[in-house]
């Protein structure tokens, strides 16, 4: 009872995002606090937070440990609470949190502040989740009607049911047919050769 389970998962440490095992720091790895008191770093949680559905009314993103739902601010993933206890445990030098933002899909940050109008002093990641550049437009013609249908996707499915036709009306129905027609199954003519 007393001695830790060895089939159970090993915590995580306490330094590192339990989504992407970086180490924390003081910039695009801030440990960030959801409501459920779950950490993880900025960089994941601004990554879950773009891939949300854009017609939710209020941007809630659900933990990946529990699914407990957290509010994400107007400003984005960097404006969540930041774990001062883990920003503490870090070296003295990453102890201050540095001004992080969101522009679009990218998480910003400015590297210095000698010209903040510069736009190479900042740096930027983006944490959108990676979606195709554009659909290509179908070709004209009788090819792009075909692209087009979503009944034409499964060709081997409708070349099978064609075929299941085919077969069905000459074993069944033709022979049911010419028995109808004729009033018996010959209704192949013999010619018969005279000599």
């Known amino acids: 009872p007393g001695s830790p389970n060895p089939s159970s998962p090993k915590p995580a440490s306490p330094v590192e995002c339990s989504i992407c095992f ?22 994941c949680v601004a990554r879950l937070s773009t891939g949300l559905p854009p017609n939710q009314p209020e941007d809630q993103l659900p933990c990946p440990f529990c699914r407990q739902l957290t509010n994400i601010p107007l400003e984005g993933a960097p404006a969540l609470k930041t774990s001062k206890e883990l920003l503490a445990t870090l070296p003295p030098e990453l102890q201050q949190e540095k001004v992080l933002w969101m522009e679009g899909t990218k998480l910003c940050c400015r590297q210095s502040s000698e010209d903040p109008e510069n736009p190479d002093s900042c740096i930027s990641i983006d944490v959108a989740m990676s979606k195709p550049e554009s659909p290509e437009a179908p070709p004209a013609g009788l090819a792009g009607r075909l ?6 996707d499964d060709w081997k499915r409708i070349l099978l049911l064609s075929a299941l036709i085919i077969i069905i009306f000459c ?6 047919q010419c028995a109808l027609k004729t009033g018996n199954l010959r209704c192949f003519t013999r010619t018969v050769a005279m000599s």
């Open 22 to 43: 970086n180490t924390y720091d003081n910039t695009f790895k801030t440990p960030k606090l959801l409501q459920c008191s779950h950490v993880f770093c900025l960089e």
């Open 171 to 176: 074993i069944i129905l033709w022979p049911v």
């Open 147 to 152: 692209s087009r249908c979503d009944m034409c």
